[in-house]
């Protein structure tokens, strides 16, 4: 059985109430979702807070999960950026931002090996795209940035950089179809 | 505002990536509720950019989160017989249940209702040596597509099964209708027996190994069979209805 299978399996399970279904399902994704959660927040206690609330989320809306959402790690996925995305807002608004000079523009190129060729669609669509518009949606995408954090964070006017994704997005829709 | 495939596209895709922010997000969300081609929009997006997630390396969250996400599921207040109530079309990914699926509103809302009935029937039966197979009872229950009870089913922890006939469910002359355990896994299906016929009862003994296959089984099936049920072992006639099974 493939792991998106059995995930869906588990998935099916938990929505019955299944708590060990459940429980299996957490051990399966939850290293995966939580260093995106981690990546994002930058900080273990709010990515596992995020985490924490994504996992009750998805047990009590099993059912929202169906094909048109994609694979059930993919579904989980999205749950636990826009969560993850709405406490970065809070964070911001709460603290002066820390521009965090660590996190560097992530390697694409170098991650090819951990999919199979089936996956990388879009990760080769992103290679693709000039240096300005991959950084920009890579930033916004792996960091939660804003148009006008982008903006800081390149040095760039506002109008330049909002440009820049929207050019990103438009390419990377028309190499996807192709 | 009637987005062009284009804005929408444009749109969805930064409402995915997080860059969309503040008002134009919530109001992007509230056309999301609205509008099926907006919603389409942003799941494909969302697809494709779960594989941009996936670049990141896994990392362990400290053993104590399961624990915190263990208790709250535990103590919230939902059943499983609320969340049949509440969600009345469950729909999986796996071409295994598109067609298990369909049957299924019917049968579990009217199983809330039947439930009651079949636990006062139990608790009439005569009880058995206390012998434990399985951590909890199931109940599964039947229904026509007008919603009319068929069959209740149940399965106490001792392996007990029984079925109750609720309606009309006198099969044609040369025939019997015959219940499928479909273990997890998408496994072949094991015979459960064959149904009684209308008004009629039936209780057997599940051995130990088919009882320790209700837990996590993806349902229960019935069949159309010739008159004595399968001659093969496996399901050969046309899979009439379907049911999940629910844990009391």
């Given at each position: 059985m493939s792991e998106s299978t059995e995930l869906v399996q588990l998935l099916r399970e938990s929505f019955r109430g299944n708590q060990d279904a459940f429980e299996q399902l957490y051990k399966k994704s939850s290293p995966r979702l939580f260093a995106i959660a981690l990546r994002l927040l930058k900080d273990r206690t709010q990515a596992e807070e995020v985490l924490q609330e994504a996992f009750v989320q998805i047990w009590h809306n099993a059912s929202e999960y169906h094909s048109e959402r994609g694979d059930v790690l993919a579904w989980m996925t999205t749950i636990v950026r826009y969560r993850a995305l709405d406490h970065l807002r809070l964070k911001k608004r709460e603290a002066v931002i820390n521009e965090d000079t660590d996190w560097e523009?992530?390697?694409?190129?170098?991650?090819?090996?951990?999919?199979?060729?089936?996956?990388?669609?879009?990760?080769g669509c992103m290679s693709e795209l000039n240096m300005d518009q991959r950084n920009s949606i890579s930033l916004?995408?792996?960091?939660?940035?804003?148009?006008?954090?982008?903006?800081?964070?390149?040095?760039?006017p506002l109008g330049t950089v909002k440009a820049w994704v929207r050019r990103g997005i438009q390419s990377l829709k028309k190499c996807l179809e192709r | 505002m009637k987005?062009?495939?284009?804005?929408?596209?444009?749109?969805?895709?930064?409402?995915?990536?997080?860059?969309?922010?503040?008002?134009?997000?919530?109001r992007f969300e509230t056309m999301m509720m609205e509008s099926y081609r907006v919603r389409m929009a942003v799941w494909s997006w969302e697809q494709q950019f779960a594989q941009l997630a996936m670049m990141i390396p896994d990392q362990a969250p400290a053993d104590a989160v399961w624990q915190r996400i263990k208790a709250q599921i535990a103590a919230s207040p939902e059943s499983v017989e609320t969340r049949t109530q509440s969600d009345d079309k469950p729909r999986f990914a796996d071409r295994f249940m598109d067609w298990i699926r369909q049957p299924w509103s019917m049968a579990l809302t009217a199983s809330v209702l039947l439930l009651v009935g079949m636990l006062y029937w139990q608790s009439n039966y005569p009880t058995q040596a206390p012998q434990q197979y399985i951590a909890q009872q199931y109940v599964a229950t039947f229904a026509?597509?007008?919603?009319?009870?068929?069959?209740?089913?149940?399965?106490?922890?001792d392996g007990q099964l029984r079925v109750t006939s609720q309606g009309d469910t006198l099969a044609p002359e040369s025939n019997s209708y015959e219940l499928w355990l479909l273990p997890a896994d998408a496994a072949a299906p094991r015979s459960l027996g064959l149904l009684p016929a209308t008004g009629g009862r039936m209780q057997v003994q599940l051995d130990k190994a088919l009882a320790s296959a209700v837990a996590g089984a993806a349902g229960l099936a019935i069949s159309l069979e010739p008159k004595g049920g399968s001659p093969t072992g496996a399901p050969t006639g046309p899979v009439l209805y379907q049911a999940p099974l629910l844990r009391l």
């Open positions: 523009l992530y390697d694409i190129e170098s991650s090819y090996g951990r999919q199979s060729t089936q996956e990388i669609a879009l990760v916004a995408f792996f960091e939660g940035l804003t148009h006008e954090e982008l903006a800081g964070r390149l040095s760039k | 987005l062009t495939n284009e804005q929408l596209d444009r749109i969805a895709a930064e409402y995915v990536i997080g860059s969309l922010k503040g008002q134009g997000r919530r026509s597509e007008s919603a009319e009870a068929l069959w209740l089913v149940n399965i106490s922890e």
